[in-house]
């Protein structure tokens, strides 16, 4: 009796590994889902690392337990070698070669983000000069109280702009470059929206011609209620019935706003297939996470750069509670990026800046 009595608690346990194994590959490979037709469903990428997280528990366990059993977490681990090598990679740090572009992305929240720094426009600045990129882009690059912020960057880089996507008595939104490159040409990618938006950039590097495309795409639209629930949710401190119904009222509003994202992902990847010819680079606030539709859309043909040369999570939000890489560069072939890493000790926004180096590969 005691022995069928285990032999039932280990199949029983066999069965919640499989269950997580196969939850944890649907969520991992939830990118693939427009959050057009499935908007709940899409979300489920956020829950990724939670169960990935179960699977390595159940991995342990069996280790200690019944290690023959530890096939199972570790075949699943195999099987979502593309997921987890995307939203936790782990490469080792490089040597950058002599001639790299160093790019920055950063969304600096109107430079006001942190709202314990009264002269955040200046941190940030002294630390973009600091930091001697070679491009910048930046994402909110607007301020409604300073007047000089272009003729501030005009000490640090020769070549600026910034685009408005918003200008109004309440809200302030556009994105803008800082290079010591010259920027021939500008154009706005269309697509719908009402506060954000793309701009590509064309600059003159030597007798090459770079396509730069800054991206802020369609934000959560928390609202501090929002937050304040959902962290109630991590924190256990809701009720069984409150908080079934609140988390199906933040997953609809996230899955929501993640299908006003696809068709914007889905315009700048057109884009970049109609201009191929070009060594492309594509950076920005996604405002989504590296298992994302957009992420998804945006990076079919291109490199994302953290994947192949970052190392760690990359948490670029740092919000509490909501520790999520949103942030992302990503390179055509033309380019091999190096060590793109996100600067966690810069907390002047509430997004901490993304860094890459990109070295262009030889024509032949």
């Known amino acids: 009796m005691i022995k069928q009595l285990k032999q039932f608690t280990v199949n029983l346990i066999v069965g919640a590994n499989v269950v997580a194994v196969t939850i944890m590959l649907f969520a991992g490979f939830s990118d693939r889902l427009s959050p057009v037709d499935?908007?709940?469903?899409?979300?489920?990428?956020?829950?990724?690392?939670?169960?990935?997280?179960?699977?390595?528990?159940?991995?342990?366990?069996?280790?200690?337990?019944k290690w023959?059993?530890?096939?199972?977490?570790?075949?699943?681990?195999c099987l979502a070698y593309i997921p987890i090598s995307t939203y936790m990679p782990l490469n080792p740090r490089q040597d950058v070669p002599e001639g790299s572009i160093k790019l920055m992305s950063y969304n600096v929240c109107t430079y006001s983000g942190n709202s314990k720094y009264n002269d955040a426009f200046d941190q940030i600045l002294a630390y973009i000069q600091q930091q001697q990129a070679d491009i910048v882009c930046?994402?909110?690059?607007?301020?409604?109280?300073?007047?000089?912020?272009?003729?501030?960057?005009g000490e640090i880089y020769p070549y600026n702009d910034t685009t408005v996507l918003k200008k109004s008595d309440a809200n302030f939104n556009g994105v803008g470059i800082h290079t010591r490159f010259p920027i021939l040409r500008k154009e706005r990618?269309?697509?719908?929206?009402?506060?954000?938006?793309?701009?590509?950039?064309?600059?003159?590097?030597?007798?090459d011609t770079l396509l730069v495309i800054?991206?802020?795409?369609?934000?959560?639209?928390?609202?501090?209620?929002d937050r304040s629930r959902y962290h109630d949710i991590l924190k256990g401190e809701m009720k069984g019935d409150t908080m079934r119904t609140e988390s199906m009222l933040l997953i609809d509003k996230l899955g929501n706003t993640a299908a006003k994202r696809a068709p914007e992902a889905e315009a700048v990847h057109r884009y970049i297939e109609a201009h191929r010819q070009y060594p492309v680079i594509v950076c920005g606030d996604f405002n989504d996470t590296p298992i994302s539709y957009s992420h998804y859309i945006v990076g079919q043909g291109l490199t994302d750069c953290f994947r192949a040369s970052g190392k760690g999570i990359g948490l670029s939000y740092n919000q509490?509670?909501?520790?999520?890489?949103?942030?992302?560069?990503?390179?055509?072939?033309?380019?091999?990026?190096?060590?793109?890493?996100?600067?966690?000790?810069?907390?002047?926004s509430d997004h901490y800046p993304m860094i890459c180096w990109l070295k262009m590969r030889e024509k032949h």
């Open 320 to 348: 509490k509670g909501f520790w999520v890489r949103i942030d992302h560069i990503f390179c055509s072939s033309d380019f091999v990026p190096y060590n793109c890493q996100v600067d966690a000790e810069i907390d002047f």
């Open 138 to 153: 930046v994402q909110e690059d607007v301020d409604t109280w300073r007047r000089y912020m272009m003729k501030k960057y």
């Open 214 to 225: 800054n991206n802020h795409f369609e934000c959560t639209h928390l609202t501090k209620e």
């Open 38 to 65: 499935y908007p709940r469903l899409s979300c489920i990428g956020m829950a990724f690392p939670f169960f990935l997280l179960a699977n390595l528990m159940f991995l342990f366990f069996w280790l200690v337990i």
């Open 189 to 207: 990618i269309p697509y719908p929206s009402r506060a954000n938006g793309s701009v590509a950039y064309y600059l003159l590097k030597d007798q």
């Open 68 to 77: 023959r059993k530890a096939w199972i977490p570790v075949a699943g681990f």
